[in-house]
C-alpha cells in the first residue's frame, strides 16, 4: 500500500462526516444502477445536491479540516463511460488552431499577482510530479461518474510562480464559448482549495491524454467541489486579491448566471 493510500484510508473516519452534509447515500445507490447515473435521476438526488450547493463555505469548513481528502476509489469502480457536459466540442478560432497541431503549441500562462509570471508547455507540466487518484464527479445536474485522473498539483505550478501576499483567489480562464458570445468559461477557487492535495491539473483521464470532450489540453480536478467549478480547457491561470472585477464579478461562468460560488459536496 502506497503512502498515499495509507493517507486516503486514514482519511475515512472524516470522511464518513460527508454523508452528514448531504452526499452520499442515495447518490452511491444510484450508481450500483450502472456506470453514470444519468441527468434524470431522481427527484431525491436533485433535493440532496440542491441543498450541499446551499451549504456555505463556513459551514463545510466548521466539519471537515481544510487537508481532508474526498474518497477515492479502486479501479474496478470507474465508470465504463464518463459522461461529457457542458463545452465538449470548442469551437474558438484560438482552440482550434491548438487542437489542429495536437495542442504542441498549447501554453498554460500563470500570471496575475505573482513574483515570477511563467507559462509552461504540456511536456513542461508531464515533467513535474504527478499525482494520480480515482475520485467521483458530480455534477449539479444530478448525475455522477467515477474516473482516474492524472496531473500535477496546482500548489506545484503556483509555488514556481510564487504567490504575492494579496493573492486570494485562483482564476481558470478557458477556451470555449459557452456563452455564445465571447463570454468564455472561467472559474475560480480559494487558496485552501487551490493548495489541496487532490487539486490537480489533469492532463490524463483513465490512463490516456484527456480528449477534447473532457477538456484537453488540461482541466482542473476540485474533488470537493461539484463539477461546474473543474474548468476545462485551460488557457490561463491568474492569481487575484478579488473577483469583483472580473467579468460579472462572481467567480465563474455559472456563478455570473446565479450558481453558489462555493459548491461544497
Ligand atoms: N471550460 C469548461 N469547463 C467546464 C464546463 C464547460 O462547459 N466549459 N462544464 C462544467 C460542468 S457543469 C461539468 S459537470 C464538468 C463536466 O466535465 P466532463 O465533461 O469531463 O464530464 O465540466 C465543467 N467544466
Ligand atoms: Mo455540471
Redesign the pocket.
Known amino acids: 500500500m502506497s503512502g498515499m493510500d495509507r493517507k486516503a484510508k486514514g482519511d475515512r473516519s472524516k470522511l464518513d462526516r460527508r454523508s452528514f452534509l448531504a452526499r452520499g447515500a442515495a447518490l452511491s445507490g444510484a450508481l450500483l444502477l450502472g456506470g453514470c447515473d444519468g441527468p434524470s435521476s431522481s427527484p431525491t438526488v436533485r433535493k440532496i445536491l440542491a441543498s450541499a450547493e446551499k451549504l456555505t463555505e463556513w459551514a463545510q469548513r466548521l466539519v471537515l479540516p481544510a487537508n481532508a481528502l474526498a474518497p477515492e476509489f479502486a479501479k474496478a469502480e470507474i465508470s465504463p463511460a464518463?459522461?461529457?457536459?457542458?463545452?465538449?466540442n470548442?469551437r474558438t478560432p484560438a482552440y482550434l488552431k491548438l487542437a489542429r497541431n495536437d495542442f504542441k503549441d498549447w501554453r498554460l500562462q500563470v500570471g496575475g499577482q505573482v513574483m515570477r509570471p511563467l507559462s509552461f508547455s504540456l511536456e513542461e507540466l508531464r515533467a513535474m510530479p504527478s499525482r494520480t487518484q480515482i475520485t467521483r464527479?458530480d455534477?449539479?445536474?444530478g448525475w455522477s461518474?467515477i474516473g482516474e485522473w492524472t496531473g500535477v498539483q496546482l500548489k506545484h505550478v503556483l509555488n514556481r510562480a510564487g504567490m504575492k501576499p494579496n493573492a486570494r483567489y485562483v482564476v481558470f480562464y478557458?477556451?470555449?464559448d459557452?456563452g455564445g458570445n465571447g463570454s468564455l468559461?472561467y472559474?475560480s477557487i480559494g487558496m485552501i482549495d487551490a493548495y489541496h492535495p487532490q487539486t490537480i491539473l489533469a492532463y490524463e483521464?483513465n490512463g490516456e491524454a484527456l480528449t477534447v470532450?473532457?477538456?484537453a489540453p488540461l482541466?482542473v480536478r476540485i474533488e470537493r467541489q461539484?463539477?461546474?467549478?473543474?474548468?476545462?480547457?485551460?488557457m490561463r491561470i491568474e492569481a487575484v486579491e478579488t473577483l469583483a472585477d472580473i467579468n460579472g464579478g462572481k467567480g465563474g461562468?455559472?456563478e455570473d448566471r446565479g450558481y453558489a460560488w462555493y459548491a461544497g459536496i
Open positions: 464518463f459522461k461529457a457536459n457542458g463545452s465538449t470548442p464527479h455534477c449539479v445536474e461518474c478557458c477556451a470555449d459557452l468559461y472559474e483521464m470532450p473532457h477538456g482541466r461539484l463539477g461546474y467549478k473543474m474548468a476545462k480547457y485551460i461562468f455559472w
